[in-house]
Nanobody
Framework: QVQLGESGGGLVQAGGSLRLSCAASGRTFSNYAMGWFRQAPGKEREFVAAISWSGGITYYADSVKGRFTISRDNAKNTMYLQMNSLKPEDTAVYYC?????????????????WGQGTQVTVSS
């Protein structure tokens, strides 16, 4: 079992920045690839970004490429999502997730463990 907990969400104006954190406990954090997903009201959950177990491979949704940066610190069992140049359309509940293996980064069904989410609201 891996337990995940997100933090760092909040209310920010368009153009602002936030950094989300995902703290992991349980099984060895460094054995798992990690990802961020988000879900806006009335919409399906969508992929945001993913990172391999070592941090050497990262993958982003086109909608956030160049604005968001995913990273991880295996010594701290924590993953991060730095979000810059935020837009109102980035408003959503953001979830972190973990999975074994690599590839198919965007597929939510590849992720085994999920956090409970943190709200990000971007005002115009």
């Amino acid at each position: 079992q891996v337990q995940l907990g997100e933090s760092g969400g909040g209310l920010v104006q368009a153009g602002g920045s936030l950094r989300l954190s995902c703290a992991a406990s349980g099984r060895t954090f460094s054995n798992y690839a990690m990802g961020w997903f988000r879900q806006a009201p009335g919409k399906e959950r969508e992929f945001v970004a993913a990172i391999s177990w070592s941090g050497g491979i990262t993958y982003y949704a086109d909608s956030v490429k160049g604005r968001f940066t995913i990273s991880r610190d295996n010594a701290k069992n924590t993953m991060y999502l730095q979000m810059n140049s935020l837009k109102p359309e980035d408003t959503a509940v953001y979830y972190c997730a973990s999975r074994p293996g690599t590839g198919a980064w965007m597929a939510a069904n590849q992720y085994v463990y999920w956090g409970q989410g943190t709200q990000v609201t971007v005002s115009s």
